[in-house]
């Protein structure tokens, strides 16, 4: 049984969504491989709020001028940028995780990346059960 947690995470004012994936993909998530080594988790998933193409003659680079598609509920329900699933072996790999996380050479540095692109004020991470999962019956 693995143990996950749920991030949901903002962009910093003023960086494009463009600008913040890219970081994210290519600065963020190799410095976290580097830092953590084994300690990295098992996976590490994100899913990007799908946004329209905003509107072209704003300087507005917040998601008020990219509104999420949204099927059911508010544009500003869905005002995070990427959720993300972290999935560890068992609490104690992610617990060996976060006090790794924790430690002032690496929290340094990991929180010198994050200013470059994320608002720290607002990230939200939490533990998660178990998904429980219902697929499609076979014909």
């Not at 300690?39 to 507005?60: A, K, N």
Request: proline residues 6%.
């Amino acid at each position: 049984m693995t143990y996950t947690i749920v991030a949901f995470i903002w962009r910093k004012a003023g960086l494009s969504l463009s600008d913040f994936k890219l970081h994210y993909e290519t600065n963020h998530i190799p410095l976290l491989l580097s830092l953590m080594g084994p300690l990295f988790p098992l996976t590490h998933s994100r899913f990007y709020i799908e946004r329209g193409p905003g509107i072209t003659s704003s300087p507005d680079a917040s998601n008020t001028s990219y509104a999420p598609v949204v099927y059911v509920g508010t544009p500003n329900d869905f005002d995070y940028d990427v959720y993300c699933e972290l999935a560890f072996e068992d609490i104690a790999a992610f617990q060996a995780f976060h006090a790794r996380m924790q430690a002032a050479e690496v929290a340094g540095k990991i929180a010198e990346d994050e200013e470059k692109f994320i608002d720290r004020q607002k990230l939200k991470v939490a533990a998660v059960n178990e998904p429980v999962v219902t697929t499609r019956p076979s014909q």
